[in-house]
């Protein structure tokens, strides 16, 4: 008996040293180990991702391999390289780390379904007339949750809530009413889901502490249940998002349980990111003040010529453009949508830099592009990128300015909240309609402020880093009441 354990340890100490062997070959990007035996630099990219990955960066330049937690990854961080990344569909592959993850988080299996098929059906019901009717759906709902809210309160009342609690809650709420079949539980689901979320990333990185792991199970279970179709109910005859989809799932094949089970992952995918953006948009608005003057100034000329135009029934941001709107919500993607695009390597690969060197990846390891730090980030692209400039996406003329350079080369990525390639953001003109719809909502219907003038917005909770949009550690307090007239901004 001892001698097999004798023998057991003797092999796993074998294997561990020849992975922590590993030495750069000719061609091969700069390779860092980080000192702990097989998990290398796992803690500190957990930890946070963006601080770990420009460290190394300064360290080696815009591509390098580090070992984490037994895989090798190789980092990509020049934007004008992407391309031979996203492009690569023969020695780079998404569905292995995806199912992956899949599993992992949602407890989720779907082996007969093909990625493409989905894909085609996500992006058949985000555009053209299922577009048009989701925003004009999604219009409603937060209008009348955002009045629905105040019942109970006279006018000249203030209220007081976190700024983040009152966008994420809003939006969530108005986009479940718009894809999902139950009307009845709206608030409960939304509070099991941040419940969900919060666990989220550990769960991804199997981090999870003692304890956590069964809050997880139990939110999730939950959640299953919440948004399993009320066969009771006349609304599960309705031809929803969320009926349409599980038809979809069931013609690939899906069995019943995990049918269940991916209408959470579609949760997630369609409610987790439109509340935190909101939310950061609305915060640097807040504490901008010329950002917040130039954003309600247009908005009331658009308020103002569609009284004048006499077609109050027609949305103002559908009738007219709003290019300050739209550069206040693309800077601030550009600050705090923190994707990272990850393939595995399943055939050796020759990776040609747009600078002309090229690099070997080798097979079996992971190649990851976080396009928070370049180019969102990089200060040869965007200047003083760490501040706030509510103009940056401006031109002169009031037209989108989109031409951004490095090293004298025009950048066909220069900012990258929806990701890019094949997992590119399906639903992202219904995002951009749902927070535009909701700021203006917002800006006409409340007078909104900070409780404390002074307060600047809330760090970011570093853990969130690689996951989508940021969210903050912490809140930003505000108070708000309706106003009395439209027009009064
Ligand atoms: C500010 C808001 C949003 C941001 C920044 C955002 C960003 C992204 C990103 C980066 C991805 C790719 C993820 C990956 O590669 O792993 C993605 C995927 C996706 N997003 Fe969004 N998203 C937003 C809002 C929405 C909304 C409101 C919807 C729908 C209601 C939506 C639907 C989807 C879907 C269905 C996918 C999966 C596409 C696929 O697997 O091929 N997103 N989103």
Same mark, same amino acid.
């Given at each position: ?7 057991? %340890? ?16 000719? &061609? ?58 996203? &492009?690569?569909?023969?020695? =780079? ?9 899949? /599993? ?16 085609? !059906? ?43 609690? #009152? ?23 939304? /509070?099991? *889901?941040?419940?969900?979320?919060? #666990? ?30 009320? !066969?009771?109910?006349?609304? $599960?005859? $309705?031809? $929803? !998002? ?6 979809? =799932? ?17 949760? !997630? ?9 909101? *939310?950061?948009?609305?915060?640097? =608005? %807040? ?29 103002? =941001? ?6 300050? #709107? ?47 730090? $370049? ?115």
């Amino acid at each position: 008996m001892l001698w097999t354990i004798f023998l057991l %340890l003797n092999g796993l100490l074998i294997l561990v040293l020849l992975y922590s062997t590993r030495t750069r070959k000719k &061609n091969e990007p700069p390779l860092d180990k980080g000192l702990i035996p097989w998990l290398g630099h796992a803690l500190a990219f957990g930890k946070d991702a963006a601080k770990f990955l420009a460290k190394m960066k300064e360290k080696h330049g815009d591509i390098f391999t580090v070992r984490v937690a037994g895989h090798y990854v190789t980092v990509l961080l020049d934007a004008n390289s992407f391309d031979a990344v996203l &492009n690569d569909t023969v020695c =780079l592959d998404f569905t292995r780390s995806r199912n992956q993850l899949l /599993k992992r988080i949602f407890s989720l299996q779907l082996p007969s379904m093909k990625p493409a098929a989905e894909r085609k !059906w996500m992006e058949t019901h985000f555009q053209g007339l299922h577009l048009f009717k989701l925003s004009s759906s999604m219009n409603t709902h937060l209008q009348n949750l955002l009045l629905s809210d105040q019942k109970g309160c006279s006018p000249s009342e203030w209220r007081q809530d976190g700024l983040f609690s #009152l966008c994420y809650s809003l939006l969530f709420r108005a986009g479940y009413l718009t894809l999902f079949e139950r009307k009845d539980n709206t608030s409960t689901v939304y /509070k099991e *889901f941040r419940q969900f979320d919060s #666990l989220l990333t550990k769960l991804a990185r199997c981090s999870l502490k003692r304890g956590e792991g069964k809050i997880a199970n139990l939110s999730r279970e939950r959640l299953w249940e919440l948004l399993s179709p009320d !066969w009771e109910s006349r609304e $599960s005859e $309705s031809n $929803s !998002w969320q009926q349409s989809y599980r038809h979809f =799932l069931q013609e690939e094949g899906v069995d019943a349980e995990m049918q269940k089970r991916a209408l959470l992952l579609q949760l !997630w995918t369609t409610q987790c990111n439109a509340g935190p953006a909101a *939310f950061w948009l609305l915060g640097f =608005l %807040l504490t901008h003040p010329e950002a917040m003057d130039a954003v309600k100034s247009e908005i009331s000329r658009l308020t103002l010529q569609d009284t004048s135009l006499q077609h109050p029934h027609i949305n103002p =941001l559908e009738a007219h453009s709003t290019p300050v #709107l739209d550069s206040v919500l693309s800077e601030t993607l550009r600050l705090t949508a923190a994707v990272m695009i990850s393939r595995e390597v399943v055939q050796d690969k020759i990776l040609r830099m747009a600078s002309g060197q090229d690099y070997h990846l080798r097979r079996g390891d992971k190649v990851c592009l976080f396009p928070f730090l $370049s180019p969102q980030m990089d200060p040869q692209i965007h200047q003083e990128p760490q501040i706030f400039k509510y103009d940056r996406f401006l031109n002169d003329d009031m037209t989108v300015k989109d031409k951004f350079y490095k090293d004298g080369k025009r950048l066909k990525y220069h900012t990258m909240p929806w990701g890019a390639g094949r997992n590119m953001c399906v639903g992202r003109e219904f995002a951009v309609t749902a927070i535009k719809q909701f700021v203006f909502l917002l800006l006409t219907h409340l007078d909104l402020e900070m409780c404390d003038p002074e307060a600047k917005l809330p760090p970011v909770n570093p853990s969130r880093y690689s996951f989508g949009m940021l969210q903050p550690d912490g809140d930003l307090q505000v108070r708000y009441r309706l106003k009395r007239t439209q027009h009064e901004m």
